[in-house]
């Protein structure tokens, strides 16, 4: 299977728009275009996403996204495995291995003591990892929220942080700083330069 001409034309596009980008920054309309060629979503009557192709290669680039960071969690909490048990868990949940109850239990409790976290300036850019670990359970359930729910003119910027997708919150913490910081351009401008030629062609060939 090869990339479809339309992704080739949204890749090159947001290749261009990171490259003009004065903070670096790949913005987020650019990246629901991207997401938009991976594939349907679909939303059952339950508002949980059905398992198409879309959907699993949108979760296959979020976890190559966070795999990409997980160096900064290791770094900061040894001893504490769950940013790598959600990917774990997001692949049973597709896998039909465990069950949306089983996920969202895990996820509060991840999710209480990373707000617990958030204060401290020496976790500042491993936090992000974990809300972005998070981020990819909430697309094996219901897929990308901005995406299915959102609005095509939003940036980032409109949406509150625990909204953010997942290559949102990896940005911040493998480029040290955020798009609305004037440091760490380049850093930010590489990821998502790897994002853009790297993991969405893999992703989407995945499936």
């Known amino acids: 299977m090869n990339l479809t001409q339309e992704l080739i034309n949204v890749l090159e596009l947001s290749r261009k728009g990171v490259l003009v980008h004065p903070k670096g920054e790949l913005i987020l309309p650019l990246r629901r275009k991207v997401w938009e060629t991976f594939g349907t979503f679909e939303i059952n009557e339950k508002y949980r996403a059905v398992s198409t192709i879309g959907l699993k290669r949108r979760l296959k680039l979020a976890i190559m996204c966070v795999e990409k960071v997980m160096n900064i969690w290791n770094e900061a909490f040894p001893n504490d495995a769950r940013s790598t048990r959600c990917i774990q868990l997001a692949n049973e949940y597709i896998e039909k291995k465990t069950d949306y109850e089983s996920i969202w239990n895990e996820m509060s409790k991840f999710i209480t003591d ?11 850019f491993a936090v992000p990892v974990g809300r972005a670990a998070i981020s990819l359970l ?11 729910y959102g609005n095509d003119n939003k940036l980032d910027s409109d949406y509150d ?4 997708d997942t290559s949102f919150c990896v940005a911040l913490s493998y480029s040290g700083s955020g798009p609305w910081d004037n440091t760490n351009i380049e ?6 330069i790897w994002y853009i030629q790297k993991a ?3 992703a989407y060939m995945a499936y």
């Open 138 to 148: 909430n697309i094996a359930i219901k897929d990308e929220n901005i995406l299915v």
């Open 200 to 202: 969405v062609p893999e």
């Open 187 to 192: 850093k930010r401008q590489e990821f998502w």
């Open 114 to 124: 990373l707000d617990n976290l958030g204060g401290e300036e020496k976790y500042y």
């Open 161 to 164: 942080a625990y909204d953010w």
